[in-house]
């Protein structure tokens, strides 16, 4: 796993989401570090400039990438921040090793569980349990919804683009089957979750929805902002991200 490491004092450390590299959170991570912590943002197995194995496509094992580095660097109290999928690879860490090296968990708009039920209506728009097991064999599909929609030609332009490649498709479907609703509610670490008003895949209320499973949990809608809040609204994040590791 390649990564990167800036800052010193207490470690934050900020989990990509599918298809974007580690770097494409560096105003965060220069931010979090102006502000006294040491941050590390890695890029996940298939993602930048980690190696692509051909196993490990699936959501629990992107969990044991989480705790190997967190094992390897010697990191024992970190405020671990996930934006997209990467939200959900902390869930599937927390699921299986617990909390002891985590003092708290922040995720960047991404809904718990992806499919929508008579239990959740907070998914991916258009996921449900009867197309969940195609639904994303192409890639993330169009939804036509936030601002901008997400339109079948800008998921063609994502999918032209240099990124993950085909092995990575199980991962993403995987991750659609999954609910972390459980893991999130059973975390003994603050937790905040947040969300674009506009966002592209999921209704914003998916946050509040998420926080009330967990007294310790508080939820923020940014305005004004798609599912891509680093790009949409980068200074905001900051913001938020500064005071909670405070």
């Known amino acids: 796993m390649h990564y990167l490491d800036e800052g010193a004092g207490p470690v934050t450390v900020l989990v990509h989401g599918y298809g974007a590299p580690a770097a494409g959170w560096a105003p965060q991570q220069r931010a979090l570090a102006e502000a006294g912590h040491r941050v590390l943002a890695f890029d996940r197995r298939s993602h930048g400039e980690s190696d692509s194995p051909p196993y490990g496509q699936r959501m629990a094992r992107h969990g044991a990438d989480l705790a190997d580095l967190l094992e390897a660097l010697d990191v024992k109290d970190a405020l ?10 902390i869930w599937a860490y927390i699921d299986v090793f617990g909390t002891d090296r985590v003092r708290g968990v922040v995720s960047v708009d991404q809904t718990p569980k992806m499919v929508n039920d008579s239990s959740w209506a907070f998914g991916f728009y258009g996921l449900t349990q009867d197309n969940v097991g195609t639904y994303f064999d192409h890639g993330i599909p169009a939804t036509d919804r936030g601002n901008p929609p997400y339109t079948r030609e800008m998921a063609a332009l994502r999918a032209s683009l240099p990124g993950p490649g085909p092995e990575t498709l199980p991962l993403l479907r995987d991750h659609a089957f999954q609910d ?46 798609g599912h891509v809040v680093m790009a949409d609204q980068p200074e905001r994040l900051n913001e938020e991200l500064v005071a909670f590791a405070k």
């Not at 671990?80 to 690879?89: D, E, I, P, Y």
């Not at 459980?182 to 003994?188: I, K, W």
């Open 80 to 89: 671990l921040v996930g934006a997209s999928m990467g939200a959900n690879a």
């Open 180 to 225: 972390w609703r459980d893991v999130a509610s059973r975390a003994e670490v603050p937790i905040l979750f947040l969300a674009g008003q506009d966002s592209q895949f999921w209704p914003c209320g998916h946050a509040a929805a998420s926080a009330a499973l967990n007294p310790l949990a508080t939820a923020t809608v940014i305005d004004a902002c």
